[in-house]
């Protein structure tokens, strides 16, 4: 199976660099200023690999100087040989370009004389013909990097295999700290304690017979229910907003007990409904 090639190209200064970072967090293998002539040879190697690179995106721009030339006869080269791919042309207008290499200082890639205004416009004569090759056209010149990325999600998250969020459920005990890369923290102290029970108490939750002691509870199960539902809600809002990670710690006195089996059934609800989980327990055997 062939990869799906995505070649980011458009003006300098119009947010190549920012889209490519979005494909990196949709999960793209991402190269920026690739010589045009090394795609072929670039796709072919991604196919041979075992890595299973099933997605790709390429930064090609004037940046290139003549090796930009070869950018029409290359995806020519591409079509011939039946690989896949899209051109993503980024724009913007004149003055928003001029206004943002003002403000970042930088010089433009054609630019020797400090002329910034003519670089662009020369530069829009040189990306014409590549211009009038593009699957996706997007001008960028009332976006702020948040917009632009969730454009870029939109576009192409459907397309991207690791498009939804890499969730992490952590179990903790509130004795030891709340973990600082927390992005959802649940207080589960409330539940019944299999701590008090002296044949539980050495054990963890990883165990059934602890697992059954904290589930056999009605107010576990209900609870689990409605946080559950609150997860199932979320995760769909967080991918939209282009958030590539989720850290939802749960925690106890000590972490060793209902933590434990509350995130891993946490855990298995989602990958049942085939999200991207781990499960890991920070606090387990932990003493003092």
Do not use: W
């Not at 207080?187 to 056999?216: C, I, Q």
């Amino acid at each position: 199976m062939s990869a799906h090639m995505v070649i980011v190209t458009g003006i300098s200064g119009a947010g190549k660099t920012q889209a490519l970072r979005c494909f990196e967090d949709l999960g793209y293998f991402c190269v920026d200023n690739l010589p045009p002539t090394l795609i072929p040879k670039f796709a072919e190697l991604c196919a041979q690999t075992n890595r299973n690179i099933n997605n790709i995106a390429l930064v090609v721009d004037i940046r290139g100087g003549e090796f930009f030339r070869d950018l029409t006869e290359v995806l020519d080269q591409l079509e011939r040989g039946g690989i896949h791919y899209e051109v993503l042309f980024l724009e913007a207008s004149d003055e928003v370009l001029v206004r943002r290499y003002k403000e970042s200082r930088r010089r433009h890639p054609l630019g020797t004389d400090g002329e910034v205004l003519r670089n662009i416009r020369e530069e829009r004569v040189l990306l014409e013909e590549i211009r009038g090759r593009a699957h996706k056209i997007i001008d960028t010149s009332n976006f702020k990097p948040q917009q632009l990325k969730e454009k870029l999600v939109d576009l192409f998250s459907g397309d991207a295999e690791n498009s939804q969020l890499l969730v992490t459920v952590i179990s903790f005990g509130f004795k030891y700290g709340i973990p600082l890369d927390s992005d959802l923290v649940i207080d589960v102290r409330f539940l019944p304690n299999p701590y008090y029970d002296p044949v539980l108490r050495s054990l963890s939750g990883n165990e059934p017979v602890v697992r059954d002691f904290v589930f056999n509870s009605p107010v576990t199960t209900a609870f689990m229910e409605k946080f559950t539902d609150l997860v199932e809600f979320l995760i769909p809002c967080y991918i939209k907003e282009g958030k590539t990670t989720l850290m939802i710690a749960i925690g106890c006195t000590g972490g060793m007990h209902r933590s434990v089996a509350l995130a891993n059934r946490l855990g298995e609800i989602l990958r049942d409904k085939e999200f991207k989980v781990t499960v890991s327990h920070r606090d387990i055997g932990r003493v003092g």
